[in-house]
C-alpha cells in the first residue's frame, strides 16, 4: 500500500484526503469539501474536449503520414497524444468517484488501472514534450544535418524508452491493492488511493524520499525544458531582418546548389510562430506541472505527519488544510495538459497549421482526408514561392512536418 501511496501522490493522479494527527488509533480525515463539487465540473468539460482535441490530432497526423510526411517531431505528437488519451479514458471513472464523494464503486483492479493512466499521461506528457524541444533545439543549432537526415528511427527509439520508463514507474499502480475501506465514515466508503494514513515512521519516510526523488526528476527535465527553449529564442531574435526579394533569389541558387550557409536568416512570420512554440511549450510546463511539484514536497510533508526525525514538521491544522485546498487546485491544472498539448502542436509546425486551415474548408464541401491532403499537396507544387517558404526553415533551423 506504501508503494501504491508513493506513485499516485508523486503522478498526482489521486486528491488526496489524509490524517493529520500523529496517533494512527485517533486520525481524522483531512479534506477538501469543494474537490467533490470542482472536479466532476472540470473533469466533465476536460474529458469533452479533450476526447474531441486528440481524436483531431491523430486523425490530422494520420493524413499527414499518408502524405508521406511522417518526420521526427510528429512521431513524439503521435505518441504525447496517446498519453492523452489514456489520461481523458480515465476521466469517467473519477468523475463518479468524486461524484459519490469519495466513494469508489468500479473494483479494486480498475482503481488500480484509472491510477496508472494518470500516473502515465503525466510522466509521460512531460518526457514527449522535452523530447519535442530537444527536437527543435537541434534543429536551430543543427539545420543541415536535421534537413537531411531521416530521424525517424531515433524518434521511434526515443519514444519507446520513454513508454518504458513510465510504464516501470507505474507498475506499483498495477501490483499493490488501490482501494480500502474507510470505517470513519458513516457510510463505510470505499477509497482509492487515499487514506493510507496509518503507517510507521519508517515507511512514512520512505514515501517521502520517493516523492522527493520524483519531484527532482520533474525539476531536472524542467530545466532541460527551459534551456534549450531559451537557446532557440536567443538564435531568432539574434537573427536579422526578413529577406529581401534579390535575398531570396540568391537563396534559391545557393539552395540548389547545396552551398547554403547555415546563417541564412527567418522571415519574420517564422520567427514569429516558432517564438510561439517555445513559449506553448514552456507554458504548458509553468500551468500544468510547475504548481504541483513546488507544492508537492510541503504537502507530503504535512499529511505524512512523520512523528520524529527527518520529515518531521510541526505545522498546525490551518497550514495543513491550506496545502490540502491547495493541493487540489494543482491537481486541476495538471489535467488541462490533455487540452492544451494540442496548441503546441499547432505552434510547433506549419505543415499541421496548414492542413488544419485547408482540412476546415474542406470538410464544409464533404471531402475527406485524402481529398484534403492531395489538395494541400497540388497547393505546393502549383505555387514554387510558398514551396520555397516552407522549405527554407528546414535550412535555417526551424524544421517544417
Not at 503521435?78 to 461524484?99: C, E, K, M, Q, R
Not at 544535418?145 to 513510465?166: E, K, Q
Not at 507544492?295 to 497550514?319: K, M, N, S
Amino acid at each position: 500500500m506504501t508503494e501504491m501511496l508513493t506513485a499516485t501522490e508523486a503522478a498526482g493522479a489521486m486528491t488526496m484526503s489524509h490524517v493529520t494527527t500523529s496517533s494512527p488509533d485517533n486520525s481524522t480525515f483531512l479534506d477538501s469539501e469543494f474537490r467533490y463539487v470542482l472536479f466532476p465540473v472540470v473533469y466533465g468539460i476536460i474529458f469533452i474536449l479533450g476526447v474531441f482535441a486528440n481524436l483531431y490530432v491523430l486523425f490530422v497526423l494520420r493524413c499527414l503520414r499518408e502524405a508521406r510526411a511522417m518526420g521526427e517531431i510528429r512521431i513524439y505528437m503521435t505518441n504525447l497524444t496517446i498519453a492523452d488519451l489514456l489520461f481523458v479514458a480515465a476521466l469517467p471513472f473519477w468523475i463518479g468517484y468524486y461524484s459519490r464523494r469519495g466513494n469508489w464503486i468500479f473494483g479494486d483492479f480498475m482503481c488500480r488501472l484509472t491510477g496508472s493512466f494518470f500516473f502515465i499521461n503525466t510522466y509521460g506528457t512531460i518526457l514527449f514534450l522535452a523530447a519535442i524541444s530537444v527536437n527543435r533545439y537541434w534543429a536551430v543549432t543543427r539545420p543541415l544535418d536535421v534537413a537531411s537526415s531521416d530521424h525517424r528511427r531515433r524518434g521511434i527509439v526515443v519514444c519507446v524508452v520513454i513508454w518504458l520508463f513510465t510504464l516501470a514507474m507505474s507498475v506499483p499502480h498495477l501490483v499493490s491493492p488501490g482501494t480500502h475501506m474507510d470505517n470513519r465514515t458513516a457510510d463505510n466508503v470505499t477509497r482509492c488511493f487515499e487514506g493510507y494514513q496509518n503507517e510507521d515512521d519508517h515507511q512514512k519516510k520512505t514515501v517521502a524520499v520517493t516523492h522527493f526523488l520524483i519531484i527532482s526528476l520533474f525539476l531536472v527535465v524542467f530545466f532541460l525544458v527551459v534551456v534549450c527553449n531559451f537557446l532557440i529564442a536567443r538564435a531568432l531574435l539574434a537573427q536579422g531582418p526578413p529577406l529581401s526579394g534579390l535575398q531570396s533569389a540568391t537563396y534559391s541558387s545557393r539552395k540548389s546548389n547545396r552551398t547554403m550557409s547555415t546563417s541564412v536568416v527567418k522571415p519574420r512570420g517564422v520567427k514569429r510562430r516558432a517564438l510561439q512554440m517555445l513559449c506553448s511549450v514552456v507554458g504548458v510546463f509553468v500551468l500544468c506541472f510547475l504548481p504541483h511539484h513546488i507544492l508537492q514536497g510541503f504537502w507530503t510533508l504535512a499529511v505524512l505527519q512523520i512523528e520524529e526525525g527527518w520529515g518531521h514538521v510541526d505545522w498546525d491544522p490551518e497550514t495543513r488544510q491550506l496545502l490540502n485546498d491547495a493541493h487540489q487546485i494543482t491537481l486541476v491544472l495538471m489535467g488541462l495538459n490533455c487540452i492544451l498539448d494540442p496548441v503546441v502542436y499547432f505552434f510547433a509546425t506549419r505543415k499541421f497549421r496548414r492542413f488544419i486551415t485547408e482540412h476546415m474548408k474542406k470538410l464544409a464541401k464533404g471531402e475527406g482526408c485524402s481529398q484534403t491532403v492531395n489538395s494541400q499537396l497540388s497547393m505546393d507544387s502549383r505555387n514554387p514561392s510558398q514551396r520555397l517558404q516552407s522549405e527554407q526553415p528546414r535550412e535555417d533551423g526551424h524544421q517544417d512536418l
